[in-house]
């Protein structure tokens, strides 16, 4: 066998280290999320809270994926490629997008605080499914496969993040 990485495994590997770095960080803003919640009792704290984890994550991510492609490619980013760093980023926006959304909710008195935690913990559970049956399914496998596999993956997410918070 080659030592060589074909172009198709390197682009798969990139990939793959693009989709840990995402899966990270909605990790580590949901155990983020759940550890906190017996310590902000008031929304803009949360929002604040989670706003900075946000920032952090996204700027972090990005700039690692930024200062690594152009390490690899030894050129400058094309807009296919800043465009797909951004892209990578969608799962970590989402993780703080809609609880900040669903605390600012609760801090308008729309929602309690409680709710507004349960939901944004189960959407931020729920997206680390979907994210484990779409990329099943792109790994051809049949829907139960994929779901299977998401499934299995969400568990394994929500593990770490109870491992994260009693830590």
Known sequence: MDAEVSGDQAAGLQRSERLGHALYGLIIVTATVVAEKSH???????????????????????????IAERVVAHE????????????????????????????????????TMEAAYVVAIGFNIVVLIAIGIYEGHRAHMNWLGAVLS??????????????????
Do not use: D, Q
């Open 40 to 66: 902000l009792e008031e929304p803009i704290h949360a929002i604040g809270l989670l706003a900075g984890i946000g920032l952090v994550l996204v700027l972090a991510h990005t700039y690692t994926g930024w």
């Open 76 to 111: 400058r980013l094309g807009r296919v490629r800043r465009r797909l760093l951004v892209r990578n980023n969608l799962p970590v926006a989402l993780a703080v997008v809609v609880p900040i959304v669903l605390f600012g909710l609760s801090w308008v008195g729309v929602i």
């Open 150 to 167: 998401g499934t299995a993956a969400g568990g394994i997410g929500v593990f770490v993040i109870l491992i994260e918070i009693n830590i």
